[in-house]
């Protein structure tokens, strides 16, 4: 079973940014491709993000290309996410997300989940 547990979220004002993290705890990632998805409220759970097993290759959604940032460092289990320029509608539940067995860019591909970190972005 791959736990991971996602941090850094918050309140931040338009045009600020954070950056998330995204760690398993008890064992390694570096044979997984990563991906990092949001949902708001009453909207289904969207790709942003991922990024493959050796950091070679990333992916954006039209939405953050330009703005956001996904990163690895195998070393330390961890993905990241920069999120600049951030607008309001950014706002969502981010979530991360492991694979084995692909690399793709919907929900059904990724074996494993954490259970989110809010970010809410004012206006």
């Known amino acids: 079973q791959v736990q991971l547990v996602e941090s850094g979220g918050g309140l931040v004002q338009a045009g600020g940014s954070l950056r998330l993290s995204c760690a398993r705890s008890?064992?390694?990632?570096?044979?997984?491709?990563m991906g990092w998805f949001r949902q708001a409220p009453g909207k289904e759970r969207e790709f942003v993000a991922r990024i493959t097993w050796s950091g070679g290759s990333t992916s954006y959604s039209d939405s953050v290309k330009g703005r956001f940032t996904i990163s690895r460092d195998n070393a330390k289990n961890t993905v990241y996410l920069q999120m600049n320029s951030l607008k309001p509608e950014d706002t969502a539940v981010y979530y991360c997300?492991?694979?084995?067995?692909?690399?793709?860019?919907?929900?059904?591909?990724?074996?494993?989940w954490g259970q989110g970190t809010q970010v809410t972005v004012s206006s």
């Open positions: 008890g064992g390694t990632l570096s044979n997984y491709n």
């Open positions: 997300a492991a694979d084995q067995r692909y690399n793709g860019y919907s929900t059904r591909l990724y074996q494993y």
